[in-house]
């Protein structure tokens, strides 16, 4: 790292230490010019804190460290790059979900490693709503790569309907021509899942103008097929 670079990210240092714990800006920057900025976080008192400041430099030092430690655990997050570790996953989250159907989406890096899963919505036994701009703004604040979509069926029976497979194919037409790949759509009924990818389904790539409506659908079971409402 050249000389411009070491300044430019000291200023930034002490810009933010200068906000987050008020003390003056001007007085860390004379203190830094012949000693380690460093000492201002492992030795506060070299620059004469009041008790507040000192008390803000001392959970500022505690994040840091616990942010050390996460970040090392990160490192190994988990990665889920094959149809049964990504389905015995969403089995973990979806298995004891007997009473409600739950629509959840995994954001992945290049990797495929897990950046986050998050349920993005619930609905009740017979009934549940996608938000496909809530599913895409999550997406494009985790600056993600790919998702993977799941939802367990109450009763058991992970056989996708083929309202399972217009999702799909809605979602895949707003993320693909944004270069962010659904690598597939896992059912999961009990401890069993189905991969809509596996099983060959051809609701992966981008057929239609994107449509950001709600994906709403209500299981009849007086019906040979769902009512869904697109």
Known sequence: MNAINDQYLAELFLNGLAGLTGLSYA?????????SIFNIIDYPDL?????DQLAKIELLKELIKTYNVLRTI???????NTPSAAGRYFISFLEGKRDK???????????????ETRVMSEGNINSATVYPKDVLKRALDCKCSSIFLAHNHPSGDPTPSQEDIVMTQRLVDIFEPLEIGVNDHFIVGGMRYYSLR??????????NIANYEAISYHNNPFADEPELEL
């Not at 007085?27 to 012949?34: C, H, M, T």
């Not at 990160?74 to 889920?80: G, K, N, T």
């Not at 159907?101 to 950046?115: A, C, G, N, R, S």
Request: hydrophobic share 35%; with cysteine; proline share 4%.
């Open 198 to 207: 596996e099983h060959g389904k051809s609701c992966f790539s981008s057929r």
């Open 47 to 51: 620059v004469h804190p009041n008790p």
């Open 27 to 35: 007085q860390l920057k004379e203190y830094a010019k012949s000693n």
């Open 74 to 80: 990160e490192d190994s997050r988990l990665v889920l």
């Open 101 to 115: 159907e739950v629509f959840m989406v995994t954001f992945l890096d290049t990797k495929l490693q897990v950046i």
